[in-house]
Antibody, heavy 121, light 107 residues
């Protein structure tokens, strides 16, 4: 069974870059067939898809965040990562990584447990 | 962007009840709809995709129906472990978006 685990700082200062990594176990990112997403949930709120990456490195981002987001993949470590630049308090959220089924019609079948990132000085 | 309206936002029910949650789209999405369950402090879990296909391992008391703009998630006989928040998600157009959630609480 595929498992995903997010890691990274829980506190980021305003204007800095948020950096998270998702480590995948129980399956290989480079085997293909799936995309790998980042999704966030503001405290007490709904869910927002940030973007995804394929093992080849091709990406697609939510237009609302595109100017600040970079998602990368390291197949040798079976990991993919998120960078979100110029953060503000509005970026405080629980960040999830998720395995994604479908390039054009994506839904999310396995999720990490999530990690809370707080933006505060 | 496709707008989604989930209703009700809060549903009070008892164990054994039949529960129906609605998700309405601002435009047709064929059957490109998924449902997730989220318990407090946990990640969402996929219940249903393609509007009515049960994800492996999900109990058969969960079912989904609909196409186009109107969809429903039905829990036929509510169990104690089903008290949670439920989200619909459209994946017909980019970016994929989620409904605002329906919290199912104990009556």
């Amino acid at each position: 069974q595929v498992q995903l685990q997010e890691s990274g700082p829980g506190l980021v200062k305003p204007s800095q870059t948020l950096s998270l990594t998702c480590t995948v176990s129980g399956g290989s990112i480079s085997s293909g067939g799936y995309y790998w997403s980042w999704i966030r949930q503001h405290p007490g709120k709904g869910l927002e898809w940030i973007g995804y990456i394929y093992y080849s490195g091709s990406t697609y981002y939510n237009p609302s965040l595109k100017s600040r987001v970079t998602i990368s993949v390291d197949t040798s470590k079976n990991q993919f990562s998120l960078k979100l630049s110029s953060v503000t308090a509005a970026d405080t959220a629980v960040y999830y990584c998720a395995r994604t089924f479908g390039e054009l019609f994506p839904y999310f079948d396995y999720w990490g447990q999530g990690t809370l990132v707080t933006v505060s000085s | 962007v496709i707008w989604m309206t989930q209703s009700p936002s809060l549903l009070s029910a008892s164990t054994g009840d039949r529960v129906i949650i609605s998700c309405r789209m601002s435009q047709g999405i064929s059957s490109y709809l998924a449902w997730y369950q989220q318990k407090p402090g946990k990640a969402p879990e996929l219940l249903i995709y393609a509007a009515s296909t049960l994800q492996s391992g999900v109990p058969s008391r969960f079912s989904g129906s609909g196409s186009g703009t109107d969809f429903t998630l039905t829990i036929s006989c509510l169990q104690s472990e089903d008290f949670a928040t439920y989200y619909c998600q459209q994946y017909y157009s980019f970016p994929p978006t989620f409904g605002q959630g329906t919290k199912v609480e104990i009556k």
